[in-house]
């Protein structure tokens, strides 16, 4: 069974750091790209960035370049978005997703397996 968990969300002022983490457990398949997505109240699912699971090589939006770091620790199979000088835009569910594509992963559709979401609220 393929869980994806996240933690680490929460509240905070503009300009603050969070760091949000998501366990990994039971992928059927050796190598992963593992991406994450964000979703503000009525809008579509966005993509924040992707992590290879095997080289570490990341990708991100433009929107967030600069300021937040895919990161994954294989020896825990957990990855981390570490988020920096945080904005009142970057308000939403973070979602972290893997699939075992390596194209077209900046879409929400390429992914197979989804976490539950984490709240990250900034105030300005």
């Known amino acids: 069974q393929v869980q994806l968990v996240e933690s680490g969300g929460g509240q905070v002022e503009a300009g603050s750091s969070l760091r949000l983490s998501c366990i990994v457990s039971?992928?059927?398949?050796?190598?992963?790209?593992l991406g994450w997505f964000r979703q503000a109240p009525g809008k579509e699912r966005e993509f924040v960035g992707t992590?290879?699971?095997?080289?570490?090589?990341?990708y991100y939006a433009e929107s967030v370049k600069g300021r937040f770091t895919c990161t994954r620790d294989r020896a825990t199979n957990t990855a981390y978005l570490q988020m920096n000088i945080l904005k009142p835009e970057d308000t939403a569910v973070y979602f972290c997703?893997?699939?075992?594509?390596?194209?077209?992963?900046?879409?929400?559709?390429?992914?197979?397996?989804w976490g539950q979401g984490t709240q990250v609220t900034v105030s300005a």
């Open positions: 039971g992928l059927p398949f050796g190598s992963a790209t």
């Open positions: 992590a290879s699971w095997n080289s570490g090589v990341t």
């Open positions: 997703a893997a699939t075992r594509r390596f194209y077209n992963i900046q879409v929400a559709s390429t992914y197979e397996f």
